[in-house]
């Protein structure tokens, strides 16, 4: 079956800093891949998504590229901001099939002044 | 500024109660999902509609009862709860993968479910 591990958090990090959340998947297929961001209170924010192989995305100065030989999709941002405080979720959907989602666990960050 | 709205956003219930969860989609989507979001536990997939029809049931118990009377909505009918069923529920949709290759989920902001 699918599945998704995602590193254990609470990562916490200065402003400015550079953030690492690592996503690594298992698939029978060739799934599209995301990364999915939680507000406290709110519910998931879809953060950026790639569909094939080395496919970058991209949003609000995050970053993940699709890497099938290591079957990673590592979040990266140059500078976080204490506004990007919050849970993030790696998941994956396959291609051929119902496309419901699988998730890792979420990992929070947690971005000091 | 999300297209799925849901309602209630919070809820307390006692294990006697019944009642419903409400999410709609203004997105033109007809495909839509059922998620529990618990402490300490990964999102999972609870029901899965596509063209208002369910295709997935992932081994939900039967005290959670869904019904999609149409693209735009989507209910979750509770009865009869046990304390452990306190979770946030999320609600997504999508485009019907069979017709669309543009497969990604929007969540609409969730109820958060407390049963006493």
């Known amino acids: 079956g699918n599945s998704v591990t995602q590193m254990e958090g609470p990562v916490t990090l200065s402003e400015e800093a550079f953030l690492t959340i690592n996503c690594t998947y298992t698939a029978t297929g060739y799934p599209s891949l995301f990364w999915y961001v939680q507000y406290p209170g709110e519910g998931l924010q879809l953060l950026l998504k790639?569909?094939?192989?080395?496919d970058k995305g991209s949003n609000k100065g995050f970053e993940a590229t699709y890497r099938k030989e290591t079957t990673s999709f590592h979040l990266e941002k140059g500078s976080v901001q204490v506004s990007d405080s919050a849970v993030y979720f790696c998941?994956?959907?396959?291609?051929?099939?119902?496309?419901?989602?699988?998730f890792g666990s979420g990992t929070r960050l947690q971005v000091q002044p | 500024e999300t297209g799925v709205t849901q309602t209630p956003r919070h809820l307390v219930m006692g294990m006697t109660n019944k009642k419903s969860l409400k999410c709609e989609q203004h997105l033109g989507h007809n495909a839509m999902y059922w998620y529990k979001q618990s402490a300490k536990k990964p999102l999972e997939l609870m029901f899965v509609y596509s063209l208002e029809e369910r295709v997935e049931n992932n081994s939900v118990p039967s005290r959670f009862s869904p019904e999609c009377p149409n693209s735009s909505h989507l209910f979750l009918h509770l009865h009869t709860l046990q304390p452990e069923d306190s979770a946030l529920y999320l609600c997504a949709s999508s485009q019907e993968w069979r017709v669309q290759t543009e497969e990604t989920q929007y969540f609409g902001p969730g109820t958060r479910l407390l049963v006493l």
């Open positions: 998941a994956l959907s396959e291609v051929a099939g119902r496309r419901a989602l699988t």
């Open positions: 790639a569909t094939k192989a080395d």
